[in-house]
């Protein structure tokens, strides 16, 4: 299977503590998107690469958030003294590069749970 | 605000009869619109998309509809299934490619 795939699937932490996710995209994809759901509403978008580039970042994406894709393939979503607030869905995405027909397909998410 | 939204939280169907999910944006720089479908402890599936210069885009039992002037698009899956019964997403963007926003989303029961 050559889907979006994500690790991990499920991660409790503590208050305070620091998490990281793990996202690998489609292999002939340029595109990597990161997205956050809760309960009850669609996904919301927090940034995207071109490659290895970060092209934008959302409001939503506080400096206790960074995001990397340090060779163009893998990304990875790091969160800082994390907050019963990251409770969420954090999804994965990826696309080729933009035009007509480029749609993101997304992985499986990690649950974050914050107690 | 609320750029794209879904009014419906829920519908229920028979099988066999035909479904409508609606959307409503308000952004007019959005010019690509698709449907995503999701179950419960899943990531959001594509399945259906339709650019600005077109009115309707089909693909089997699903089928897009957009107005531009009414800044409304539905999805129309006929016949409806047992299986359809998820959660549809519908989400636009400002170019095919770009960030894509989502509305809230309605879950759709389809009954045997």
């Known amino acids: 299977d050559t889907g979006v795939s994500q690790d991990p699937r499920h991660k409790i932490t503590k208050r305070g503590q620091n998490v990281t996710f793990r996202c690998d995209p489609i292999s002939e994809h340029n595109r990597l998107y990161w997205y956050r759901q809760t309960l009850g509403q669609g996904p919301e978008f927090l940034t995207y690469?071109?490659?290895?580039?970060?092209?934008?970042k959302s409001r939503l994406l506080s400096d206790r958030f960074s995001a990397e894709r340090p060779k163009g393939s893998f990304s990875t979503l790091e969160i800082q003294r994390t907050e019963q607030g990251d409770s969420a869905m954090y999804l994965c995405?990826?696309?080729?590069?933009?035009?007509?027909?480029?749609?993101?397909?997304f992985g499986p998410g990690t649950r974050l749970t914050v107690l | 605000d609320q750029q794209v939204k879904q009014n419906s939280p829920s519908l229920s169907v028979q099988e066999g009869r035909i479904s409508i999910l609606n959307c409503d944006y308000t952004?007019?720089?959005?010019?690509?619109f698709l449907w995503y479908k999701k179950y419960p402890a899943e990531g959001p599936t594509f399945l259906i998309s339709?650019?600005?210069?077109?009115d309707k885009n089909e693909d089997g039992r699903f089928t897009v509809f957009l107005n531009k002037s009414a800044k409304h698009l539905s999805l129309h899956i006929v016949p409806s299934q047992p299986g359809d019964s998820a959660v549809y997403f519908c989400a636009a963007s400002g170019n095919a490619g770009n960030m894509l926003t989502f509305g809230g989303g309605t879950r759709l029961m389809v009954k045997p």
């Open positions: 995405a990826s696309s080729r590069t933009s035009g007509w027909g480029n749609e993101q397909f």
């Open positions: 339709i650019s600005s210069i077109k």
């Open positions: 690469f071109q490659n290895e580039a970060q092209l934008e």
């Open positions: 952004n007019s720089m959005f010019d690509y």
